[in-house]
């Protein structure tokens, strides 16, 4: 069965660089979600997406933002990277409530 | 704000042995109740999930409990195997906007052989 793909799967960048990570949810799938998880902690949720519209927000930086397009796609755009924002960033989908995870983007911010 | 509290965070069993990991949430209107299984650097992978108008729900060696009442819920894992070490996550559902999860601080079980 076709799974939550994310790209790219691990990103390495400088402070106050760019980042875009990308998620392609599972076929049919109306909502996805993204999550930030630090070493050590439970994923974080971040913003998520329902039929190509934002339908929730969660502790998102100000510094981030993302969206979803017309494939479903989503991508989440990250500027002025900080040491700290270097976790795991999960894209998660669903077709109702339960959430099924990409294999994540490891991000390390130099 | 919501808040799921899990506990323990750790737990440490010998294989065959059961375990079983408790979660307390806030929002009395969250109606969903899934567990994750990650190992490390790796996905959350859904193992279980219960809904609020049931009580308990079995899968193999894996069950799940809930007491709306209480607004607890709990994994019950069965017959350990050194393959169950990993962090289990629980979350509920915020009942704000979508489906966001609200998830626990995790535990990390280790299944000594």
């Known amino acids: 069965a076709a799974g939550v793909i994310q790209s790219p799967r691990h990103l390495i960048k400088e402070k106050r660089e760019t980042a875009t990570l990308k998620c392609y949810p599972i076929?049919?799938?109306?909502?996805v979600y993204w999550y930030q998880q630090g070493p050590g902690q439970d994923p974080q949720f971040l913003i998520s997406?329902?039929?190509?519209?934002?339908?929730d927000k969660g502790s998102i930086p100000d510094r981030f933002s993302a969206q979803q397009f017309s494939d479903y796609h989503s991508e989440l755009n990250m500027s002025s990277l900080e040491l700290g924002d270097s976790a795991l960033y999960f894209c998660?989908?669903?077709?109702?409530?339960?959430?099924?995870f990409g294999p994540g983007t490891r991000l390390t911010v130099l | 704000g919501e808040n799921v509290e899990q506990h323990p965070s750790t737990l440490s069993v010998q294989e065959g042995d059961s375990a079983v990991i408790k979660c307390t949430y806030s929002?009395?209107?969250?109606?969903?109740f899934p567990w994750y299984k990650q190992e490390l650097g790796k996905r959350p992978q859904l193992i279980i999930d219960?809904?609020?108008?049931?009580g308990e729900k079995k899968d193999q060696r894996i069950a799940v409990t809930l007491n709306k009442t209480a607004k607890h819920f709990s994994l019950h894992i069965t017959e350990t195997q050194p393959e169950d070490s990993a962090v289990y996550f629980c979350?509920?559902?915020?009942?704000?906007?979508?489906?966001?999860?609200?998830f626990g601080t995790g535990t990390r079980l280790k299944v000594l052989a």
């Open positions: 929002d009395s209107a969250s109606n969903y």
């Open positions: 219960i809904r609020s108008n049931v």
């Open positions: 997406f329902y039929e190509k519209m934002q339908s």
């Open positions: 979350a509920a559902t915020s009942t704000s906007g979508t489906y966001k999860y609200i």
């Open positions: 998660a989908s669903s077709l109702g409530q339960g959430q099924f």
């Open positions: 076929p049919r799938h109306d909502t």
